[in-house]
């Protein structure tokens, strides 16, 4: 077999300009050997332009993420009592949801084995809040990752460079080709992770929004029918919702602000729309789980979970286990903050809106999140916002207080937040919190 024959089919011709389907073979055959640096990036940017052109059928993109998943280590849970369920959200402003979720869903009975990434651009990193919470473990290895899911039900971690070399290869590859925002591609790169980690069923929060990986409703459509069905044509169940990220979610966003706010859902006194999306997600990973059989019934175990307080109980057993300490953690809720600090007020009257997006740019500058991989984040920094999307304001009012990493990072951060505000007269139409669900 040779490179240039399954590039050129997959680009086609003039008389066949979408290409053909690749056999798993030709597929096996170019990541493998690219993993191996025994076909060049050239090859593999050639192609993979093709495949941002043509496309790829399900199966042939459940063939790439097999392919990429056993490109390295894959966590083996089948010596462990399940169900397995994991949920995956594409990443968004003030985005908790997995932190209360999972002491949740591990409550009712189904096991939450949860590898997270960290904050990158605009998008906040679930790895960087855990380890808000001083001396937190994010870096399991895969015995004890799997000690704590059978003694807590769940356990967080971080990806080891050895999960998916492949995908780690192609995404530099991607984001230097101008071929990351191809659906095939970003589907398998999402699903190679997911499934190394060994869930049987898999739930996704695709958003979509200015604070979204995808800003529009319809493309965020596409990749969810996408995760879902290859998820399924991988033998695994799956389901999704699509959900709206113009806005953050929730009053508070950084890094140990949003560990605060999961206590506030874990005690039943969260923010509305953390709290209705972590009980819409819980119930699917439930029905998933085979714990529940209707999306109601889901909603209420969660309910459940919270007012009996089991979930609240389970999320602090978690926090010792991984090294942190949960009565310190409890003495420093809704005190320790940031010394940096700013009020962020009204610059006239009207009903607001507030882009998440530009609140994710701030964000890097308060030190909430990172521009590269490298970069330090800093616990303290982020936002409490005293308005929602839709309030009212009247011109000096507080809408947000701002925290700092130091006191030079406002002169860059303040006027993106004052631009993330915009005044209308008339009352706002807020868009639905979930704009479809896919089974
Ligand atoms: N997130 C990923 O993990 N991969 C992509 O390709 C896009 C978003």
Known sequence: MRATDVIMKKRGSILNPKGEKLSREEIAFLIENYVKGEIPDYQVSAWLMAVYFNGMTFEETADLTDIMLHSGDVIDLSDMKGPFVDKHSTGGVGDKISLPLAPIVASCGVKVPMMSGRALGHTGGTLDKLESIEGYNVQLESDVFKKYITECGFAMTGQTKKVVPADRLLYALRDVTGTVESIPLITASILSKKIAEGSEALVF???????????????????????????????????????????PLGFKTGNFLEIEETLDVLEGKGPEDVTELTYQLGSLMLINGGKASTKNEGIELCKNAVQSGKAMEL???????????????????????????????????????????????????????????????????????????????????????????????FDSAMPILSDSISYSESEITKKDLILKEIL
């Open 315 to 409: 999320f602090l057993k978690n926090v010792d286990m991984q090294g942190g300490n949960s009565k310190k953690l409890l003495s420093e809720r809704n005190v320790r903050r940031s010394s940096h600090v700013r009020k962020l007020k009204a610059e006239k009257d009207g009903f607001i809106k507030i882009d998440a997006y530009k609140c994710g740019l701030a964000g890097i500058h308060l030190g909430v999140g990172r521009n590269k991989t490298d970069e330090k984040v800093f616990a303290d920094s982020g936002f409490i916002q005293q308005k929602i999307e839709g309030d009212f304001v009247k011109k000096g009012d507080v809408i947000m207080e701002v925290f700092g990493k130091d006191e030079d990072c």
């Open 205 to 247: 929060d695709v958003k979509y929004g200015s604070g979204a990986f995808m800003k529009n409703e319809q493309e965020a459509i596409k990749l969810a029918d996408s995760l879902v069905k290859t998820t399924q044509a991988m033998g695994r169940k799956a389901s999704a919702l699509i959900t709206n990220m113009n806005t």
